[in-house]
């Protein structure tokens, strides 16, 4: 069983190997898996319960050939 000292210092050497953002951008998208898992779980569609800022907007397609003059 690890105690608390080697705990640290394995969390010592992870963050001196990857970095601290390398480790905050794993921890986002593992909590985005997770939340993802659970929503499935629970049978809700992946945008539901979200504002519409956090939804990404689609552009609308761009007509050619068309000119204002």
Same mark, same amino acid.
């Given at each position: 069983m690890l105690g608390w000292q080697e705990?640290?210092?394995i969390l010592?050497?992870?963050?001196l190997i990857f970095g601290t953002s390398k480790i905050s951008g794993?921890? @986002?998208s593992l909590g985005s898996a997770?939340?993802?898992f659970r929503?499935?779980?629970k049978g809700e569609s992946p945008d539901e319960g979200k504002t519409s800022e956090e939804i990404? @907007?689609?552009e609308a397609p761009k007509e050619a050939g068309t000119r204002n003059e």
């Amino acid at each position: 069983m690890l105690g608390w000292q080697e705990l640290l210092i394995i969390l010592v050497m992870v963050m001196l190997i990857f970095g601290t953002s390398k480790i905050s951008g794993i921890g @986002k998208s593992l909590g985005s898996a997770i939340r993802d898992f659970r929503d499935s779980m629970k049978g809700e569609s992946p945008d539901e319960g979200k504002t519409s800022e956090e939804i990404p @907007k689609e552009e609308a397609p761009k007509e050619a050939g068309t000119r204002n003059e």
